[in-house]
């Protein structure tokens, strides 16, 4: 992508020199000159840094820090390089854990299930909430009032219970 932007800067430059070399619109040809020119500049920024970050990246996986015994004596960790790759694994084996136990448990009591109607009148009124102070009196209005969101009383009660008020 930035190679695309110092293209389109070249071109800029290009077309701005032309206009201004037929003396058309001479204002608007140096300004697009200028602008091409700094799409240039910034393209060649652009590229430049990502050729650092790159090279930064290989050379960083390259290199392992190891502190030596001397070093920390003197509290100061030297950096070593490393010119040839592990090929062993550097993790040790732990131990296995314990198989886990199911102890008998008592079940809840299975929950009703939750009807769409009622979902969505948790959703709104947490929405509701959200964006506006409301007792519980008025939430409950305003979500089972035709002008609102039109839930029967008991689904607008429902809704506002679970959203926490």
């Known amino acids: 992508m930035p190679v695309l932007g110092l293209l389109l800067g070249l071109v800029a430059v290009i077309i701005g020199a032309v206009a201004l070399a037929k003396a058309v619109r001479r204002t608007q040809s140096a300004v697009g000159l ?21 090279s930064n990246g290989v050379n960083a996986a390259a290199t392992v820090s190891a502190t030596s015994p001397a070093a920390d004596l003197a509290g100061e960790p030297s950096i070593a390089a490393t010119t040839e790759p592990t090929t062993k694994p550097t993790v040790t084996p732990t131990k296995k854990a314990a198989p886990t136990v199911n102890k008998p448990t ?33 939430l409950i209005r305003q979500l089972s009032s035709d002008a609102g969101d039109g839930y029967t009383h008991s689904q607008a009660v ?6 926490g008020l």
């Open 34 to 54: 200028g602008l091409g020119g700094v799409a240039l500049i910034i393209g060649i920024i652009v590229l430049a840094a990502l050729g650092s970050i790159a």
């Open 158 to 163: 429902y809704g506002v219970t679970k959203a």
């Open 106 to 138: 008592t079940m809840a009591p299975a929950a009703e299930p939750v009807s769409l109607e009622q979902q969505n009148a948790i959703r709104s009124a947490q929405s509701y909430l959200q964006f506006g102070a409301f007792s519980r009196k008025g």
